[in-house]
């Protein structure tokens, strides 16, 4: 009788195993619905050169507590969120077929940045300011 209930348990258990798939998640993919979603400033950084060096202790704070609402349908909303330092606001944000971004909300404008990497909680990208003598590189990190 034992052996009798271990194997109805055994079959049990094998057709519940072999039942569950995994669910295929969203993608991982540089696509306006790919990367839709909440994000914030994490880092900021600058080179006139090649080395970058990092920024983002010498940023408000303020700046890096707001949020960036970047919905699929190319909405784009700014929130001034914890220590206040003024903006907010509500712009478009688009993915260029190169693999460029461009993000307008008021104050906060990035034009025809490359993005670097995407790993599904944070966006890199870099923009280049070549109004001066010497090109000046930023690249920035926001995530979710």
Known sequence: MNSRKFFVFYVI???????????KGSTCSK????????YHYTKMEIATDSIFADISS?????????RFHLNADGLA???????TCGGGGSGVWSIGTDGSMTLNIGTVIHSDATIISYDCSKIVFLE????GTIPINYRSTISR
């Open 13 to 23: 258990v094998s057709l519940f195993i072999v039942s569950c798939k995994k669910e």
């Open 31 to 38: 696509t306006m619905e790919g990367m839709a979603g909440v």
């Open 58 to 66: 010498s940023i408000p704070v303020c700046i890096f507590d707001n």
């Open 77 to 83: 909303v700014y929130q001034d969120e914890g220590s």
């Open 128 to 131: 280049t300011d070549d109004s």
